[in-house]
């Protein structure tokens, strides 16, 4: 018996092992691809990332199909179902009402429109990345990786319109607009005007701009809010933050400019993004990250320029209270008349259930009924979203790969329409500049209200062009910076967002960018993994003020008042002082809204930091809002006696759970959580190790960012989900970490190789000459007709 046990467990191991290493490729094994004209050859370096030298374009997508295939074929076909509202197939019906929300985006429909409208030199690209994925899955459709086995189903063939919905997946990514506007739209019926506006951006304190120098009663949908979430618990956002700077060689030790760029999203395993360098002799030679499921380069450079994006932070959606007709719901009243809606009926398979559920989905001129429409007891809601436009962002990133000037550069970035950036530009002649992108609506009221449905007035009115949009160009400064901070002073016409970030990042960014006369590569990195919050500077010493006031502090207090005046307001992962000052955030934010929310309101509320850094901001830089009086009292409370209530809570607190300031660090409580979407299921973490969790520095303030949600706290899922630093002197001097690993299989070694270095603030060269990418490869492998 003890032997028959021991063999169950030896046999049990290796059928393990060999789930987690299934789909595992050889890096070192040639493969023959049917087609292919020419020899191609795929270095890749200690870290998993390839170097792809083909001949031709043909060759070239076809292989980096095959190669991005073996390295993320279930993230890629993950995300083509999310775009397709296709999640139940393999999850269950849980996510049904998710997949209803996502159909309601109509994404494919958007890509099967542009795809035969594309010129051929972008076309044929998409088609040969279908076929190198298709040929991988003809290869490997008995070893394909450990998420298809578990959860029992094969994918299907890749078609070119599949890579062009992703880009409707970073347009959906943005909009930032439901919640927050719906948030606004319930506080409207329960707290003064003078409240609401005080949890906006208050752009009087935001004077950081990009482009400095530019020459009704109704209730939150929770049931939409609860598929929102269901859907951002297994995928991250993109786009949603992010840093850039560049400087000239007047600013620079290389007397070239310097670059860099750290998109910020939600991170999961595996990461968003994947690595990659391209070649064709002669023609093109770029290098940076792809979103698995497409060919081109997002955000890199070739040997001409190199760019990098931040969100804008634009508003591209609105919402219409529409007034549907009683004697027929597929009605809704337009000028004074009922129009009908588009109707549409989507039957959407489960897994487990023999039969397909029918779901009806309602279309108005402006675009879905996006909220709930299971009776007429709430008013629906439609939502005009610049997604469902026209749109050329696979153009874009083409044509930014054989870039070689300005000119090039903004040609090509006039393909973003639906994804709103701002792009970063440097070249190797000594240029740099910055350019906003996207389709931003002419409106006639303020994007962030619910707008009346029932007549046109408040329809868009068309789009803003693209020459009209900001930009800065060879600044007499020597550099450009952004961070999702307000794009332009109030002087400029057009309504852009309320939605900016409050602007702590960029003015420590444009610190450490005038700190110095002259700034090398080094200094940009000590840039990159900066910890330090300006939030802090401002609102800690106001803090310090109210809790020196107070003569009842008891010897915890008394260390915690000592502990953030000893403060640097560094985030670091060893100090005990982030956790109070932070802790105290939360109390405060919270002390100053439940009272008048309530706690259904106030649990929402709390689901983003925005309001609250809004409101903060504001209530500090004024010693005061309207919301510091508790209503729940008859006393009439001041800031200082929120702040005091709120430290002595936030002590008692951190007592009651840590007992002694000597047991807090920072990074023992705040951790960068990597989880994989299966990894949810504890039972499947701990047998094939697929999720991550690291100390962490830093916060959602400091230039190097480990985010989490109050709602959550500490626990970290947002950050930056790449870092670049590009040397236009010499391109092979350039660095770039990503914060898992090219592969998306965990019984790879490159699983999540780079996730200790990305926390300890390391970056890894990033070679683009041949040379360097020969001297340093660790596999090789040779692609050829089969």
Not at 671 to 686: A, F, N, Q, S, T
Request: neutral net charge.
């Amino acid at each position: 018996m003890l032997l028959f046990l021991i063999l169950l467990v030896i046999g049990g191991y290796f059928y393990i092992d060999n789930l987690k290493k299934a789909g595992l490729p050889d890096y070192n094994e040639n493969v023959k691809i049917e087609g292919l004209i020419d020899k191609v050859t795929v270095y890749r370096d200690r870290y998993g990332i390839p170097h792809i030298y083909a001949k031709n374009e043909a060759d070239l997508y076809k292989v980096t199909g095959y190669i991005t295939a073996q390295d993320r074929m279930w993230q890629m076909d993950f995300l083509r179902r999310v775009t397709q509202g296709r999640l139940s197939e393999i999850f269950g019906a849980d996510l049904l009402s998710t997949d209803v929300m996502l159909r309601k985006l109509r994404i494919p429909d958007n890509s099967k429109k542009l795809l035969p409208t594309l010129e051929k030199e972008i076309r044929t690209p998409l088609d040969y990345f279908a076929e190198g994925v298709n040929q991988y899955l003809k290869d490997n459709k008995d070893n394909l990786p450990l998420e298809f086995k578990v959860l029992g189903y094969q994918p299907e063939k890749w078609k070119p319109e599949n890579s062009l919905n992703l880009v409707g997946f970073m347009a959906w990514s943005l909009e930032l607009g439901y919640r927050m506007e719906a948030m606004l739209q319930v506080l409207k019926g329960k707290v003064s005007e003078e409240k609401i506006n005080q949890l906006l951006p208050d752009f009087n304190l935001q004077k950081s701009y990009v482009y400095a120098d530019y020459k009704s009663d109704v209730q939150i949908d929770t049931a939409l809010v609860a598929d929102l979430e269901k859907l951002s618990d297994i995928m991250p956002d993109i786009f949603t933050g992010s840093n850039n700077w560049v400087v000239s060689g007047k600013k620079s030790t290389t007397g070239k400019p310097i670059f860099s760029n750290d998109m910020h999203l939600g991170l999961n395993i595996p990461g968003i993004w994947s690595q990659i360098h391209q070649n064709i002799e002669g023609r093109l030679n770029v290098t940076g990250v792809i979103l698995p499921g497409e060919p081109f380069v997002v955000a890199g450079h070739n040997e001409h320029i190199s760019w990098g994006m931040t969100n804008v932070m634009l508003d591209g959606a609105d919402f219409y209270l529409e007034t549907i007709n009683p004697e027929n719901q597929a009605q809704y009243k337009f000028n004074g008349e009922w129009k009908n809606m588009e109707v549409r009926k989507e039957k959407i398979y489960i897994k487990g259930e023999d039969k397909p559920v029918e779901k009806v989905l309602y279309f108005t001129h402006r675009g879905p009924i996006f909220t709930s429409f299971d009776s007429l007891a709430t008013q629906p809601v439609s939502m005009h979203w610049i997604g469902n436009e026209d749109s050329r962002e696979i153009e874009a990133l083409y044509k930014l790969g054989t870039a070689k000037n300005w000119n090039d550069f903004t040609n090509a970035i006039k393909g973003f329409q639906s994804v709103s950036q701002n792009i970063a530009y440097a070249d190797t002649d000594g240029n740099i500049g910055i350019h906003m992108t996207g389709r931003l609506p002419v409106r006639t009221a303020p994007g962030y209200l619910f707008l009346p449905g029932d007549t046109d007035k408040y329809d868009w009115k068309g789009y803003v062009a693209f020459d009209s949009l900001p930009y800065e160009y060879n600044p007499e400064r020597g550099f450009v910076s952004s961070a999702n901070n307000k794009s332009i002073d109030n002087k400029y016409q057009y309504y852009i967002s309320e939605w900016y970030d409050v602007p702590y990042r960029i003015k420590r960014i444009r610190q450490m960018l005038t700190a110095k006369e002259k700034l090398s590569v080094d200094d940009f990195k000590k840039m990159l993994f900066d910890h330090h919050a300006v939030q802090a500077d401002e609102m800690k010493p106001v803090f310090i003020k109210y809790i020196e006031r107070l003569k009842d502090l008891n010897s915890d207090e008394q260390k915690a008042l000592r502990l953030l005046k000893e403060w640097n307001n560094t985030y670091e992962k060893n100090l005990a002082a982030p956790l109070v000052f932070d802790e105290m955030f939360i109390q405060l934010a919270k002390n100053l809204t439940r009272d008048e929310m309530g706690n259904e309101v106030f649990s929402e509320y709390q689901k983003s930091m925005l309001f609250s850094k809004y409101l903060l901001q504001y209530t500090i830089a004024n010693d005061g809002s309207a919301w510091c009086d508790d209503v729940n009292t008859e006393k009439k409370e001041t800031l200082g006696d929120m702040i005091q209530k709120s430290f002595k809570e936030t002590i008692a607190k951190l007592m009651k759970k840590y007992g002694d300031f000597d047991k807090i660090k920072w990074g023992e409580i705040h951790r960068l959580e990597l989880k994989h979407p299966l990894g949810k299921l504890k039972v499947l973490d701990i047998v094939f190790g697929l999720n991550r969790s690291v100390k962490a520095p830093g916060n959602s303030n400091t230039v190097n960012p480990f985010s989490y949600s109050q709602a959550n706290p500490y626990q970290s899922d947002f950050g930056a989900s790449e870092k670049h630093i590009f040397n236009t002197a010499n391109y092979d001097e350039s660095f770039s970490v990503i914060p898992t690993g090219v592969s998306g299989i965990p019984g790879s070694k490159h699983y999540c190789d780079q996730t200790e270095m990305y926390v300890a603030g390391k970056l890894h060269p990033d070679y683009i000459s041949r040379e360097k990418v020969e001297k340093h490869a660790v596999y090789k492998a040779v692609f050829s007709r089969k």
